[in-house]
């Protein structure tokens, strides 16, 4: 029997990335999945989410600056870290991963430093985070936070490589994330590797990332290779509640009424479809002849948009729901925002609909781990030893 490997969750959240790290319904491996060992969050509301799902993981509720490497428990196979990316997201202040929050990349880095001089560093490490952070960095220096991860991962002995990863290629969700992975050279005979970048995960943005690291870090570069996934077979219509079990909105018309042209062009094709055409939508704040305008955003491809952390109400999707020579209009339901981030309806959301959503816009969509785990991370593991 081969013991599985093990793994810190940093950044945990509410635990997607162990979901997907756990490998359920993996076959054809060496092992299943990895198991995570600790996790670490700051958020309460986050930590009693891990805590009411993962009741057996050691999880420590707190900044990653206040840990020690005293703290963590065991030499761990692979860590994970979804530091914040409220500082590098394309939609926020760019500040960059010095700024603030995101700031706490190196606090887990401290950590990953600090297990290497014990002889516990992981053999494998994961960053997860927005595609900003191919290009986030002051201003005239765009890519220096990029460059900044890479080249730590490098000095500390590691091969390292990238993947933008798509969310939509396994659930109905436009939600393009980066993940940065960093092997051992222990690790590296069962990495598979291309000798350039190739397929869908090899984006232009992420090449031309590349194309500005220094020398040193393209060195050691690796264009780690993933099978390209199946079609998706699921889209959003497939995962929404009932309609008699969800609460429409008495307003839809005026939220409709927000639509610009090449939008309300869309609901009304839908509407007059005759058939029934689920659709997502956003508010955002548009500038129309040098003035903001509230704008609804509407898509009909079967996807969700990006999940997001509702903030101050504007940014919550709605649904849109035509059928019947009209258009109906709901928010989407904390539920509802679980499966598209493919996590099943035994995990326990917390009871207010805005914490479920916090905690789901925040999150890493569990598929996305889980081809990652057993396309690359469990083969880099696979030379580890087992017990008799
Ligand atoms: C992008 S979310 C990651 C969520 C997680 N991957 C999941 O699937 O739910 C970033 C998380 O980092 C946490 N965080 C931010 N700054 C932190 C810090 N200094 N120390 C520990 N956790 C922090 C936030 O509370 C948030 O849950």
Redesign the pocket.
């Known amino acids: 029997m081969s013991i599985r490997p093990t793994a810190y969750e940093?950044?945990?959240?509410?635990?997607?990335?162990g979901l997907g790290l756990s490998g359920a319904g993996l076959s054809g491996q060496r092992w299943a999945g990895v198991d995570t060992v600790f996790a670490?969050?700051?958020?309460p509301a986050?930590g009693r989410a891990f805590v009411a799902n993962h009741p057996d993981i050691r999880f420590h509720l707190?900044?990653?600056?206040s840990l020690r490497p005293a703290d963590l428990p065991g030499a761990p196979d692979l860590a994970w870290a979804?530091?914040?990316?409220q500082d590098v997201s394309l939609a926020g202040a760019r500040g960059g991963l010095e700024a603030g929050?995101s700031g706490?990349f190196w606090?887990f880095w401290r950590l990953i430093q600090g297990l290497a001089v014990e002889g516990r560093a992981p053999r494998v490490i994961v960053l997860?985070n927005v595609i900003g952070l191919l290009t986030s960095g002051p201003k005239d220096e765009t890519g220096r936070d990029f460059s900044a991860v890479c080249a730590a991962m490098v000095q500390a002995g590691y091969r390292v490589g990238a993947l933008e990863m798509d969310a939509a290629h396994w659930l109905p969700q436009s939600r393009p994330r980066l993940f940065i992975v960093a092997v051992q050279e222990s690790a590296l005979n069962g990495a598979p590797e291309a000798s350039a970048p190739s397929g869908p995960f090899h984006s232009a943005r992420l090449i031309t990332a590349h194309a500005r690291l220094p020398d040193a870090v393209r060195a050691a570069w690796a264009w780690w290779s993933l099978p390209v996934p199946p079609r998706r077979n699921l889209d959003l219509a497939a995962l929404l509640e009932p309609d008699e079990s969800v609460e429409w909105l008495d307003d839809g018309a005026e939220i409709l009424a927000l639509a610009a042209p090449l939008h309300r062009a869309r609901i009304e094709a839908a509407v007059a479809s005759g058939r029934r055409v689920v659709g997502a939508a956003y508010r955002r704040v548009r500038t129309e002849d040098g003035r903001k305008v509230q704008r609804l955003e509407i898509r009909f491809d079967g996807l969700a948009g990006c999940l997001r952390t509702p903030a101050g109400g504007s940014s919550r999707q709605y649904v849109v729901v035509c059928d019947g020579g009209r258009a109906r209009v709901r928010r989407l339901t904390g539920r509802e925002a679980a499966r598209l981030m493919g996590v099943s309806d035994d995990y326990r959301l917390p009871g207010s609909e805005s914490a479920a959503l916090k905690?789901m816009g925040?999150?890493?969509a569990v598929p996305v781990v889980r081809a990652l785990t057993e396309g690359l991370l469990l083969p880099a593991l696979s030379s580890r030893r087992t017990a008799a």
């Open positions: 940093f950044f945990a959240g509410g635990g997607l990335a670490n969050d700051m958020d986050k707190g900044d990653v600056w979804s530091s914040p990316c929050r706490a606090g997860e905690l925040d999150a890493v």
